[in-house]
C-alpha cells in the first residue's frame, strides 16, 4: 500500500481520482508531480497502447476499428495512468455506455497485472461510479465475468436484484 501512497496526491486513492484529465497535469510540469498514477476522461487513447494492456491480460483480440468506434460512442470512458517523469504507462482502462439520463453500462474493466491487487481496479471502479452518479445516472449495471463477481460484490453491485435475470441473445 506505501508504494500507491507514494504516487497517488494523497493516501486516499480515490481522491487521486479527482484529478483533471491527465493533459493539464503534463502542460503543468511541476516537479512534485513527476511519479504519479492519474485518471484521464480523455477519450482519445493509443489504441496499441490498450490492445497491449488488454493482451496483458489475455483478452482476445477485437478488430482496432471496433474498439475505435466503441470509444468514441460510450457516454465515459476512464484510462489510469503511471507518470513516472515524463513517461506515461496506461495501466488500467473502463468506460461505459449510456441512455444520458437513467442507465449506464460498465465495460471493459482492466488493470495491468503489474498494478493488480494493490487497490488499482478498486478506484478506477469508484471513479466510474463517481462520474456516473455525477451525471444523475442511477442504474448501472454491467457483466461480470464468473472469476470477478466477487469484486463486483464487494463494490456494492449485486446479482439478481429482486430476481431480475441478465438475458443475451447472440447470432447463431
Ligand atoms: C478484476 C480487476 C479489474 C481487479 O483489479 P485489481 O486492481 O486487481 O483489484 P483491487 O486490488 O482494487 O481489489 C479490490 C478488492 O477486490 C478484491 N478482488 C480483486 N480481484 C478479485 C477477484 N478476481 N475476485 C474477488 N475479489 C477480488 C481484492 O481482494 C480487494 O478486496 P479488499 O477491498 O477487501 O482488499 C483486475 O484483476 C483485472 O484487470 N483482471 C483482468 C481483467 C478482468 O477480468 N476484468 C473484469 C472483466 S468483467
Redesign the pocket.
Known amino acids: 500500500m506505501g508504494f500507491w501512497k507514494s504516487l497517488f496526491s494523497g493516501s486516499d486513492a480515490p481522491a487521486a481520482a479527482k484529478a483533471a484529465p491527465l493533459e493539464r497535469y503534463v502542460a503543468d510540469g511541476s516537479d512534485d508531480r513527476a511519479n504519479r498514477i492519474f485518471f484521464s476522461t480523455e477519450r482519445e487513447i493509443d489504441l496499441y497502447e490498450l490492445e497491449e494492456l488488454c493482451d496483458a ?1 489475455g483478452w482476445s483480440r477485437r478488430p482496432l476499428r471496433k474498439v475505435k468506434k466503441a470509444i468514441q460512442h460510450s457516454f465515459l470512458v476512464v484510462s489510469m495512468w503511471e507518470q513516472r517523469g515524463v513517461q506515461r504507462r496506461l495501466i488500467g482502462f473502463s468506460r461505459a455506455t449510456s441512455d444520458h439520463a437513467f442507465n449506464a453500462t460498465i465495460w471493459d ?3 495491468h497485472p503489474d ?9 478506477l471502479m469508484k471513479f466510474m461510479i463517481k462520474k456516473l452518479r455525477s451525471e444523475d445516472i442511477s442504474n448501472i449495471t454491467l ?3 464468473p ?2 463477481v ?2 463486483y460484490r ?1 463494490l456494492g453491485f449485486m446479482s439478481d436484484p429482486e430476481g431480475i435475470k441478465g438475458m443475451f441473445w447472440y447470432p447463431d
Open positions: 491480460v474493466v482492466v488493470v498494478f493488480q491487487g494493490k487497490g488499482m481496479g478498486k478506484a457483466f461480470a465475468d472469476h470477478v466477487n469484486f464487494n
